[in-house]
Every structure is written in C-alpha cells, then in structure tokens.
C-alpha cells in the first residue's frame, strides 16, 4: 500500500495547521494498538541485543549502526512465526513502529562508551564506576529526547525532511505488513540465515571453545596468511608485515559492515590503509619516529604502537575534511535556525495535534531540570565546574538544530565534528583541563546526536500514523534497556585489564582514541609530538580541505573521501581490507546482476540490507558471547 504524503506545492504553501489536519484525516491511525506490552518488551529485548551489536561495531570502527530495520524484520518474522504455530497474534502496523522507536534508542546507547567515556578513563588511567557510567548515559540520552521533540513539529511536520534512514524503515514496515508478503518473509529469513551462518563463524574461530567441544579440527583461523608465512617472513623496509597489521582475516562482521558503508568509503578506507601501513609506518619505524615494545628482549610492533604516531595526521585529515563539509553550506546553517520563532498560520492557538504531541510543559519543565541534573553530575563525576557545565546546556540546542538539519537531508549526523568544535570551545575556555575538555564535549555531542538520531526515527512513524507522545515514551524505554544490558557488558569484555587494556589489535575503539588524541593535543600542544608527527598533521590537515573541496566542487561526483582516508589510521589495516571487501563484493553484484529480474539481483542485490544487517547482528552478538565464554566460563578450566 502506498504511503500517502504531500507534495512539494503543499509543503511550500501550506501553513503547519493545513498540514497537520491534513495528516489527521489522511495518515493518522487512531487507536489501533501501538505502545502494548509485548511491543515494548520486545523493542527493549530486541533493542538490548542490538545494542551490543553497536558495541562491537563501535569498539572496531568507533560508528554506531541503525538497527530500526533490522528490528523491524526481526519482530516480524518472531510474531509471523508465533502466529503460524498458534502461540500469538501477528505484530500490528503501529506496534511493530513502537517497537523499532524502543529498539533504535536502545541501539544508540553505547556511543558514549566508546567515545567520550573511554577517552577519559585512558586519559585518566581510571575506570569509572559502572553505576556512575549507567546513571551518566542515560541522563545524557534523555536530554537529547527532550531536545529532539520540540523540533520534531518543524523538521518532520512542517518541513517534511526526509530524514532517509528513518524513511527506509517506513517503507519496509508498510511493505511487509500491508504489501509483498513474500518479499517481506523472504528478508526476514535472509536476516536470519545470514545471522546464524555469522554467529556459527564466531563460534568456530574460538579454538578454546572448539577444542572443550572436541571440535579443534573444524577451528577457523582468526588470520588467512598462516601458510604463507611457512615459507618465510613478509616485509616492508624491514618491518613484518604481520606487526603492521597487514594480514587478511576472516571478520564477516566487517566486511558486513563494510557491505552498508558503500563502494566509495570502503575505496578510501583501502587508499589510507595502503599508504599509512604499507608506506609511512614503516618508513617511520625505520626513522625511529615509531618506538616498540620489549617482548623477551626483540623489540615488537603492533596497533597501539603504530597509531599512536599514525593517527595525528589521521585525526587533523578527519577534523579539517568534517568542518569543511560542516560549514559549506551555509544555507543548511542559516535554514536551521529560521523559522524556530515564525507564526505558523492564523489557527495556531487551535492546535489539532494538542492531543497527539507529547506537550510543550513537558519540555519548558524537564529540560532545565534534566540540564540542572547533568550539570550536577558532570562537577560530581568528572569534576567539571559548574559554571562550565551549564555553558554545555545552551551548547547543545545549538548542536542539536544543526545536527538534527544534517540527519534530516543525509542521514548522518557530524557527532565527530560537533565534538570536536566544543573541545576547541573549552580548550580555548579551559586551557590544560583535560577532563572539562572530554566531558563537556561529552555532553553537547552526545545529547545532540541523541537528538538527530532520536528524530530519524520519529519519521517512520509520522509516515505511518503514529501517536508521537506515544514513541517518546518508548525512547525512554529503550534508553533503560539499551543502558542496562550494554554497560555491564561494556565493563566484562572491555575493562577486565583496565584502561591501559582498553585499546588493542583486536579492538582499536577508534572513537575514544580520537576523542583522547584532540583532548591531548589542545592541551600539551604540538611541541611533544615528533617533527615528522607534527608535520603528518600539516599535510592531514591540508589534504582533508583539497579532498573535501573537490568532492563539494564536484557534487559528490569524486570518490575519495577525506574522512576515510583518516579514519584508516586509527583501524587496523585488516578491518580496512575486510570493510573493502564487503563494500566491494554488494558492487560487484550489483553490476553483475544488473537485471531486477534475474535470480542474483533479487536475492542479494534487493537485498543488501537485510543480508549485512544478518551477519552483524549474529557475529557481533556471538563475538561478545564468545568472549564471555572464554573469560569467565573457560578461564579456570
């Protein structure tokens, strides 16, 4: 069934009461179910699981996935299956949304962790505890949800944005309860399939558990390059290729990932990898401008020793290409702010929404109370002075208008970019403190990307009728739910050795890595860092403004991205490679089945997302189980 919405005449003209009453005789569902209880208890069951997900995904790649379609297809295909054996009901149109609202927010919650809050338990080498974490998160999602719904009537009501992400949810929840149900049954089991082939492949690369299961023989080999080396060492200027990184591995999660990324970051992702590992590193290892470790008196490179000179030209290449990207359009600036006061129409004092929108006190209280709240939180837990912590709270309606502008037309939100413009905020403010420097970005970044991601799926349910105060009650849920199950898990894997632990070859946590390296950076200034280091910085910097100006200049038309050269300085060359090899695989596809009718295009090229969005789900889940296993269930054996 087709999704019913105005046209470009109508949104031009139309003032925001036509258009609301419009939506209320056309799209709005009234009463049918929608917040029951098993649409919120399997959006926080759901949105818990996916969550981890994120977490996995993030401690690689240092991004956070959308997991609404994956949700989505999930409960679809749990309710389908119930209902056919005669344990349930299916899933209504509305319930289903509900529960996708919970599962997004859920989903999200982990940010923190692998930014914000990592960076400064490295910074401080202390492990902040697990109840402060918990409390901090989920008082800084919930400033974000509040920040998000005043909003919501201009940018999705008025505005009609697109907000693309949210709008693909949408449709796929329309066209699996109301149009193909073959198609729609046909993903859910691609997601499925796909997650258990993933998960099996976890399994099998654990040779702890294969062996306690009598299984050694069937083990996976984490690394593809064994044999080669039996023949004798690979180098590059001297240095193993396998101490650079430079090793293909059998990580289906990334290349899964890479799989949603595209061809286009996943060819810059390879291009930086390449010259960082293959290239500089090594040439700066032979320099001496790269130090190793001692291991049984041979000095021994890996990850963490390469990055921390690598990522500096990385980092400025990132920031530069980000703000240039940020400010260069500054009719999407300019269009953020105006209208927030306008009139909207003759009829405003007769709202038609007043019943359905979550209402206006709601906020005028909640958010100098919640704001009040972090305020108090930020001076308590991390010493942030107060009068700084209330600087943040204006800082992020600030951040969340243009942040919430940018995830509206893209689908992607510059938390790295607002993060970054309020470290340099307060590096300016608080010059050499580093804790107001982390925490404070940690706040205006993190509640704004709240906000932005919040809204995306907000869309989904004005496309489909929703009740709007209704999906604020689920973010919340999904907050709570998100919180619980990703913090303790957060501290089991991540934190057993402490921060000193935290960033390894296995889990680079990019994100926290940056976010310490720009905190570091404003603080000490560029005088500690190597003359070869500072001038990586000068040449990232430099690059990131030609490579985003060109691809602004041309319309997107040019491929290489700034942002992933960069990013390929603080993730291992194996993730770049597999990351590569899934965006490069779904391309290849794509042209090799470029009939719509033939077999290959249906089942693959249709079918992307839900097949990537399979194999992260059960790998990444799995990889958390396998690591659990391994630590706490095989430890004493």
């Given at each position: 069934m087709a999704i019913k919405q105005l046209g470009e005449e109508e949104i031009r003209t139309w003032t925001l009461e036509q258009k609301d009453r419009?939506?209320?005789?056309?799209?709005?569902?009234?009463?049918?179910?929608?917040?029951?209880?098993?649409?919120?208890?399997?959006?926080?069951?759901?949105?818990?699981?996916?969550?981890?997900?994120?977490?996995y995904v993030g401690a690689k790649t240092g991004w956070t996935l959308g997991v609404g379609i994956t949700s989505v297809i999930m409960a679809f295909a749990a309710f389908k299956l119930l209902s056919a054996i005669g344990l349930g009901k299916d899933f209504t149109l509305l319930e289903n949304n509900a529960m996708q609202s919970i599962a997004?927010?859920?989903?999200?919650?982990?940010?923190?962790?692998?930014?914000?809050?990592?960076?400064?338990?490295?910074?401080?080498?202390?492990?902040?505890?697990?109840?402060?974490?918990?409390?901090?998160?989920?008082?800084?999602?919930?400033?974000?949800?509040?920040?998000?719904?005043?909003?919501?009537?201009?940018?999705?009501n008025d505005e009609q944005h697109p907000f693309p992400e949210g709008r693909a949810a949408g449709i796929v929840m329309d066209a699996l309860h109301s149009g193909d149900a073959a198609s729609g049954l046909l993903k859910a089991k691609l997601l499925m399939v796909t997650g258990g082939a993933s998960a099996l492949l976890k399994v099998m690369q654990s040779s702890a558990i294969m062996e306690k299961l009598r299984l050694g023989f069937l083990t996976l080999p984490e690394f593809l390059d064994g044999w080669i080396y039996r023949l004798g060492t690979l180098q590059v200027f001297g240095t193993d290729l396998r101490q650079l990184t430079v090793r293909p591995d059998t990580d289906?999660?990334?290349?899964?990932?890479?799989?949603?990324?595209?061809?286009?970051?996943?060819?810059?992702?390879?291009?930086?990898?390449?010259?960082?590992?293959?290239?500089?590193?090594?040439l700066m290892i032979a320099a001496g401008d790269?130090?190793?470790?001692?291991?049984?008196?041979?000095?021994?490179?890996?990850?963490?020793?390469?990055?921390?000179?690598?990522?500096?030209?990385?980092?400025?290449?990132?920031?530069?290409?980000?703000?240039?990207?940020?400010?260069?359009?500054?009719?999407?600036?300019?269009?953020?702010?105006?209208?927030?006061?306008?009139k909207r129409g003759a009829g405003r004092d007769k709202d038609p929404m007043r019943d359905i929108e979550l209402?206006?006190?709601?906020?005028?209280?909640?958010?100098?109370?919640?704001?009040?709240?972090?305020?108090?939180?930020?001076?308590?837990?991390?010493?942030?002075?107060?009068?700084?912590?209330?600087?943040?709270?204006?800082?992020?309606?600030?951040?969340?208008?243009?942040?919430?502008?940018?995830?509206?037309?893209?689908?992607?939100?510059?938390?790295?970019?607002?993060?970054?413009?309020?470290?340099?905020?307060?590096?300016?403010?608080?010059?050499?403190?580093?804790?107001?420097?982390?925490?404070?970005?940690?706040?205006?970044?993190?509640?704004?990307?709240?906000a932005s991601n919040l809204l995306m799926n907000i869309k989904p349910g004005y496309m489909l009728g929703a009740k709007p105060r209704l999906q604020a009650i689920g973010h919340v849920l999904g907050i709570l739910a998100g919180a619980v199950v990703a913090a303790p898990v957060f501290y089991f894997v991540f934190l057993q050795h402490g921060p000193a632990q935290l960033v390894s070859d296995q889990y680079p946590m990019p994100a926290a890595t940056i976010w310490r390296a720009v905190a570091e950076l404003l603080m000490q200034g560029l005088g500690n860092l190597p003359m070869s280091a500072r001038w990586a910085v000068v040449a990232g910097a430099v690059l990131g403004l030609v490579l985003e100006g060109v691809r602004v200049a041309t319309k997107g038309r040019f491929w290489l991205s700034g942002v992933g050269i960069g990013l390929a300085t603080v993730i291992p060359f194996n993730t770049c490679l597999a990351m590569f090899l899934g965006a490069a695989f779904f391309w290849v596809a794509e042209r090799v089945w470029s009939n719509k009718e033939s077999t290959g295009n249906r089942i693959i090229v249709q079918n992307q997302e839900p097949i990537c969005a399979g194999v992260i789900a059960g790998g990444a889940l799995m990889g958390i189980t396998v690591i659990l296993i391994e630590n706490f269930a095989l430890s004493n054996r």
């Open positions: 419009w939506w209320l005789d056309n799209v709005w569902k009234g009463d049918m179910p929608q917040l029951t209880l098993r649409s919120g208890l399997t959006g926080m069951i759901i949105g818990g699981m996916l969550s981890l997900t994120n977490l997004t927010s859920a989903g999200y919650m982990t940010a923190p962790m692998i930014s914000s809050l990592a960076a400064y338990m490295m910074v401080t080498d202390q492990v902040i505890p697990m109840m402060q974490t918990l409390v901090w998160i989920v008082v800084i999602a919930i400033l974000g949800v509040l920040f998000a719904f005043p909003l919501k009537r201009r940018f999705i289906v999660v990334m290349m899964a990932a890479g799989g949603l990324m595209g061809i286009r970051t996943g060819v810059s992702l390879m291009i930086g990898a390449v010259i960082n590992y293959l290239i500089l590193v090594p790269i130090h190793g470790r001692q291991v049984n008196g041979v000095v021994q490179f890996g990850f963490r020793e390469i990055t921390k000179w690598a990522l500096w030209g990385g980092v400025a290449m990132m920031t530069t290409a980000s703000l240039f990207a940020f400010f260069s359009k500054p009719q999407i600036l300019l269009s953020a702010f105006r209208g927030l006061g306008a209402p206006m006190w709601v906020f005028v209280v909640f958010i100098p109370l919640v704001g009040a709240v972090t305020v108090a939180l930020a001076h308590r837990f991390f010493g942030v002075e107060i009068w700084m912590g209330i600087l943040a709270i204006p800082l992020i309606f600030v951040f969340t208008v243009i942040g919430v502008n940018s995830t509206a037309l893209t689908s992607i939100t510059p938390t790295g970019a607002l993060g970054k413009l309020t470290q340099l905020t307060y590096g300016i403010i608080a010059p050499g403190n580093i804790k107001t420097n982390l925490m404070t970005a940690g706040i205006t970044a993190e509640a704004a990307s709240n």
